[in-house]
Antibody, heavy 124, light 107 residues
Framework: EVQVVESGGGLVQPGGSLRLSCAAS????????VDWVRQAPGEGLEWVGRIRDRAHSYTTEYAASVKGRFTVSSDDSRSSLYLHMNSLKPEDTALYYC???????????????WGKGTTVTVSS | DIHLTQSPSFLSASVGDRVTIACRAS??????LAWFQQKPGKAPKLLIY???TMEGGVPSRFSGSGSGTEFTLTISSLQPEDFATYYC?????????FGGGTKVEIK
């Protein structure tokens, strides 16, 4: 079964750093666009960032709320993808999902394979 | 940023009802719109993409329509397993954005 599995969440103090990992099962990250999406407790969905596939040079995009603090990277040798989070704020507290995309007929990339998420809590 | 407004934010319906959820974009997004279903404690599930294309395995009672700034998700005959929160998402431009969600509850 194709799936993604997130890990690395936990409790961190404001201003601290954390690295989330996403592992792929039965596919290779280098062939897909991948997004990070977060959901604060009791709230809706918020897109965090995207990394494109190898064919598009692993370029990235970020939400304004995390740009300059968060970085998405890919490690083909480990079939893993990471979300590096620095200068964390209490408002970053959320469940973080790693999501694989596929290319629709329109040429846009849509989120079809979601992990179960990993929880990040930023609090002193 | 493109803001998506879903309406209603909450609806109460009965099994067998026809349900329509609207999603309005603050500017045109062509047909680059997706719909997701999320049940409590679960990850979202893709239902519709490119505004009207059904994801594989999604029951045919779900359908999507619209383009530009006005979109709808329709459930033709609500089933017990459809009670959930539904989100639209635009992929026309960055940042990608989601609507605020529509919670469908049992009447």
């Amino acid at each position: 079964e194709v799936q993604v599995v997130e890990s690395g969440g936990g409790l961190v103090q404001p201003g601290g750093s954390l690295r989330l990992s996403c592992a792929a099962s039965r596919f290779t990250f280098s062939d897909y666009y991948v997004d990070w999406v977060r959901q604060a407790p009791g709230e809706g969905l918020e897109w965090v960032g995207r990394i494109r596939d190898r064919a598009h040079s692993y370029t990235t995009e970020y939400a304004a709320s995390v740009k300059g603090r968060f970085t998405v990277s890919s490690d083909d040798s480990r079939s893993s993808l990471y979300l590096h989070m620095n200068s964390l704020k209490p408002e970053d507290t959320a469940l973080y999902y790693c999501v694989r995309n596929f290319r629709g007929a329109s040429g846009r990339y849509y989120m079809d394979v979601w992990g179960k998420g990993t929880t990040v809590t930023v609090s002193s | 940023d493109i803001h998506l407004t879903q309406s209603p934010s909450f609806l109460s319906a009965s099994v067998g009802d026809r349900v329509t959820i609207a999603c309005r974009a603050s500017q045109g997004v062509s047909s680059y719109l997706a719909w997701f279903q999320q049940k409590p404690g679960k990850a979202p599930k893709l239902l519709i993409y490119d505004a009207s294309t059904m994801e594989g395995g999604v029951p045919s009672r779900f359908s999507g329509s619209g383009s530009g700034t006005e979109f709808t998700l329709t459930i033709s005959s609500l089933q017990p397993e459809d009670f959930a929160t539904y989100y639209c998402q635009q992929l026309n431009s960055y940042p990608l954005t989601f609507g605020g969600g529509t919670k469908v509850e049992i009447k």
